[in-house]
């Protein structure tokens, strides 16, 4: 006998922002959020995990307000959950499917109940992943294998990555050196943070508290800048190596990459997060249940975590 289908509230609890601030002031938890409308390409998810980012707090204190839907707004990108309903012209998922991903800007975001999502920013999740760990992977894993890409980094090449310990870092280095096949992996963290970064597999970590990098004997074929030292990056180059970065370099002729939904990532590295060779790195401190949103965004802004930030359960 097939299952029923899923009884589907008019109503949720989410977390949203009606004007532009700080997260602990401008966002609010409403219990009686609308449901999102689901368009026909795209699913419905019960969220069970959603990760927080940086250019979550940016949008909501208005640094990127461009794309925004109208007031109020849902934040979150970052989405683990299961499938309840499908659009009439979503053909890749059906109803109980456990799936990951990322949301549409326009659309209600991850940190609510419920939200909506184009089937093609979603894949299916993999089974050795909890909904927390997958809810960690999209956008951090789309932007470090993105900007891998865009570089060019190849096999038998080294790399530093600057912010090893971060939500994106800490994938870029597992990334460069399992994916990418890159020879020698660099990382600068903080003196906490080191042995983090051995763990995962990095040839060099750097203790930026002790060490400047740019002022090491060693020299990188590429440097991956996730926080914002292009100029420096440059000083660690070999002669014909190559800097990416992830902030607009201003003058400097760094390689920018900024992130757009691509499941084709997802897909490409599933091997790799199925095998253990790429795993999710869950700050120590989460998940964060759902009513320390708040806590969770003002802990995000410190910059002292270590990989991503959870919000488990939603509920």
């Given at each position: ?164 310990a971060g939500g994106v870092g800490t994938l870029a280095v597992q990334i460069a050196k399992h994916v990418f096949g890159a020879s020698k992996v660099a990382a600068t963290v903080s003196t906490g943070k080191l042995e983090l ?119």
């Amino acid at each position: 006998m097939a299952a029923a289908p899923a009884i589907i509230p008019s109503h949720m609890k989410a977390w949203a922002y009606s004007e532009h601030g700080k997260s602990n002031v401008a966002l609010k938890f409403h219990p009686n959020f609308p449901i999102p409308q689901l368009n026909e390409d795209q699913v419905l998810i019960k969220v069970v995990a959603a990760a927080i980012n940086p250019i979550d707090y940016h949008k909501i204190l208005g640094n990127y307000n461009d794309s925004d839907a109208p007031f109020p707004i849902v934040p979150g990108y970052d989405v683990a959950g299961v499938v309840i309903k499908v659009g009439s012209a979503a053909k890749k998922f059906k109803e109980g499917d456990e799936v990951y991903g990322m949301v549409e800007a326009k659309d209600v975001g991850s940190l609510a109940e419920y939200t909506t999502a184009q089937e093609n920013g979603l894949d299916h999740k993999p089974p050795n992943l909890s909904f927390a760990e997958a809810a960690s992977l999209p956008l951090a894993i789309e932007t470090a294998y993105g900007a891998l890409h865009k570089v060019g980094l190849s096999a038998g090449q080294s790399i530093l990555v600057l912010g090893g310990a971060g939500g994106v870092g800490t994938l870029a280095v597992q990334i460069a050196k399992h994916v990418f096949g890159a020879s020698k992996v660099a990382a600068t963290v903080s003196t906490g943070k080191l042995e983090l970064m051995r763990r995962l597999g990095v040839d060099l970590p750097i203790d930026y508290k002790k060490e400047n990098f740019e002022d090491l004997p060693d020299k990188f074929d590429v440097v991956f800048d996730a926080i914002g030292q292009t100029n420096q990056a440059f000083k660690a180059l070999k002669e014909g190596g190559k800097v990416v970065t992830l902030m607009p370099p201003g003058v400097s002729p760094a390689i920018l990459f900024i992130t757009t939904p691509d499941v084709s990532m997802l897909q490409k590295l599933r091997p790799y997060l199925k095998s253990g060779k790429v795993v999710p790195v869950l700050d120590p401190r989460g998940p964060f249940p759902f009513s320390q949103t708040i806590e969770a965004l003002s802990y995000l802004e410190t910059r002292r975590a270590a990989g991503k930030l959870v919000i488990y359960p939603i509920s």
